[in-house]
Structures are given as structure tokens and as C-alpha cells.
Antibody, heavy 122, light 110 residues
Framework: EVQVLESGGGLVQPGGSLRLSCAASGFTFSSYAMSWVRQAPGRGLEWVSATSGSGGSTYYADSVKGRFTISRDNSKNTVYLQMNSLRAEDTAVYYC???????????????WGQGTTVTVSS | QSVLTQPPSASGTPGQRVTISCSGSSSNIGSNYVYWYQQLPGTAPKLLIYRNNQRPSGVPDRFSGSKSGTSASLAISGLRSEDEADYYCATWDDSLSVWVFGGGTKLTVL
């Protein structure tokens, strides 16, 4: 069964850092792009970042560019989201999602994890 | 303000057909595939429609997607109480080089 499982969420103070992990199973990990999508409390879905199958291509939403870094370790079937300089507005459930293809552009998210909650508060 | 525009709410009675629209532009819907996601209360999003009008295995054929120009639609026929959920459209935007989501439509089954 194709699955992705997020971990690493928690409570962090404004200005702090957190690293989320997403462990994948049931598919050839390096053959698919991966993405992070977040959902603030009571709000809609917001795309955050994505990485191609090789990790050589990455994209970010303007709201996180320069603060968040996506990376992947294909030997561990895991994608990461390093989040620095966290702000209250980054508080959300963060979902990891597998994309349909190895590239990011044009082919969407087909498998989603259950999410991990990040709370930024003093 | 989302790049893709969806109505915030929709409703119908059991057995009815409802449609949810998603409006974009030439740089997103006009030139890329549209995806639809269903999010039941308290759960993660689930893929409902991919590549404009394709249903993943396990999704009932009551759900259908279409695209014309810079707009897309999700249609649900034979509405059931378990269809009550939030629905989101999504696509790639060539100008912004980001994935964009609609603001979401809350479907209520009366």
C-alpha cells in the first residue's frame, strides 16, 4: 500500500526552528516528486513546497521562501521540511503528499499523509 | 485571496446533482491539469479527480470533473449525506511557478 507518514510537529516559539519528516512506503520513492501542503486552523489548503524525484529541483510558496527548505533522502525514502524563523502565521497542520510524476510542474498530489501539527506560540 | 476562485459554499438534497466551479486564468487552469480534492471533517485531503476528469480507483462514478478554457467544474450526482465535505481544486501556475489551490467549497447535504 502506498503511504506517507509525517512526523516532527510540535510547539515552537516565534523565531524558532523545526524539522518535519515524511516517511514514504509502498512505491519507488525516487521516481516521484514530493510536496508539503499546510492548513491553518479553520482555513483552506495552502501549498508550501515541492521537490522533484532526484531532489535537484525545488519550489516554494512566497510565504515561506528564504525560511523553509525542502530536501529528500532517497536512500531513506524520506522527505524533510526544515522550517526556520517561524512565525505565528505558520501555525497549521502540515501534510506531506506524493505527486503523480517525478517532476513537480503540472502533475498533482495523489497520496496524502495524515498531517502533523505545528504550533508557533510563545 | 486565492489564485483559483471557488464558491465558499454549495448545498443540495439527497439524490440531487450539484456542481462546484473553479475559475482561474490562462497561466494556471488554461494550460495545466486540474485536480480536485475532498476533505471530510477532521481528516486529510483525498484525491477525487486528477488530470481534469480522471477518477482514481475507488472513487464512485457519481463524481466527475471537466475543464473548459480557464475554468473547471466538479459535479456530484446522486448526492449522499457522506458527500458532506470541503472540496478544493488545484493546478500548477506557469507564471508563478507554484501549485495553487482554490479557497475551498463547503458542501452541505440538506
Amino acid at each position: 500500500e502506498v503511504q506517507v507518514l509525517e512526523s516532527g510537529g510540535g510547539l515552537v516559539q516565534p523565531g524558532g526552528s523545526l524539522r518535519l519528516s515524511c516517511a514514504a512506503s509502498g512505491f519507488t520513492f525516487s521516481s516521484y516528486a514530493m510536496s508539503w501542503v499546510r492548513q491553518a486552523p479553520g482555513r483552506g489548503l495552502e501549498w508550501v513546497s515541492a521537490t522533484s524525484g532526484s531532489g535537484g529541483s525545488t519550489y516554494y510558496a512566497d510565504s515561506v521562501k528564504g525560511r523553509f527548505t525542502i530536501s529528500r533522502d532517497n536512500s531513506k525514502n524520506t522527505v524533510y521540511l526544515q522550517m526556520n524563523s517561524l512565525r505565528a502565521e505558520d501555525t497549521a497542520v502540515y501534510y506531506c503528499a506524493k505527486l503523480e510524476e517525478v517532476v513537480i510542474r503540472g502533475y498533482g498530489m495523489d497520496v496524502w499523509g495524515q498531517g502533523t501539527t505545528v504550533t508557533v506560540s510563545s | 485571496q486565492s489564485v483559483l476562485t471557488q464558491p465558499p459554499s454549495a448545498s443540495g438534497t439527497p439524490g440531487q446533482r450539484v456542481t462546484i466551479s473553479c475559475s482561474g486564468s490562462s497561466s494556471n487552469i488554461g494550460s495545466n491539469y486540474v485536480y480536485w480534492y475532498q476533505q471530510l471533517p477532521g481528516t486529510a485531503p483525498k484525491l477525487l479527480i486528477y488530470r481534469n476528469n480522471q477518477r482514481p480507483s475507488g472513487v464512485p462514478d457519481r463524481f466527475s470533473g471537466s475543464k473548459s478554457g480557464t475554468s473547471a467544474s466538479l459535479a456530484i450526482s446522486g448526492l449522499r449525506s457522506e458527500d458532506e465535505a470541503d472540496y478544493y481544486c488545484a493546478t500548477w501556475d506557469d507564471s508563478l511557478s507554484v501549485w495553487v489551490f482554490g479557497g475551498g467549497t463547503k458542501l452541505t447535504v440538506l
